[in-house]
């Protein structure tokens, strides 16, 4: 299980990666193709080229890491497509823990985030 916080900063690729890329490769995807440093704190999530598998890569401040998700059957639908040449887009915590499951996060019901009027 993934612990992620609400405020958690959620990048997205678009573009399938390959998986046979250990953490420097996909800490390199993250550094040149998406223009985000690793190191940061983000998390960054990427598929396959099948949509079967997901990773997450994120640096805690001691080190990477890296967790993989394959699905035994179907695929990580809908995924996060682009507009233009933009590479990545974000996530909120609560819809990348159901794109972690499986699940249509786009049809999902969620109440508006919290936030204080002045």
């Known amino acids: 299980m993934i612990h992620l916080p ?3 900063n959620i990048l997205v690729m678009h573009a399938p990666i390959s998986f046979r890329n250990g953490i420097d490769g996909t800490a390199a995807v993250a550094r040149i193709v998406l223009k985000y440093e ?3 704190g983000a998390y960054f999530v990427f598929r ?3 949509g079967h ?3 997450v890569l994120h640096f805690d401040g001691s ?4 967790a993989t998700k394959r699905l035994s059957k179907g695929r990580f639908n809908p ?3 682009g507009e233009g040449t933009i590479p990545c887009s974000t996530l909120l915590a609560r819809e990348l823990q159901i794109l972690i ?3 249509d996060w786009t049809r999902c019901g969620f ?7 002045s």
């Open 6 to 8: 609400a405020n958690a």
């Open 38 to 40: 690793p190191m940061d």
């Open 48 to 50: 396959n080229k099948a």
């Open 53 to 55: 598998s997901l990773r």
């Open 63 to 66: 080190g990477f890491w890296l």
């Open 79 to 81: 995924w996060p497509k």
């Open 101 to 103: 499951w499986a699940g």
């Open 111 to 117: 109440p508006d985030a919290w936030r204080k009027i």
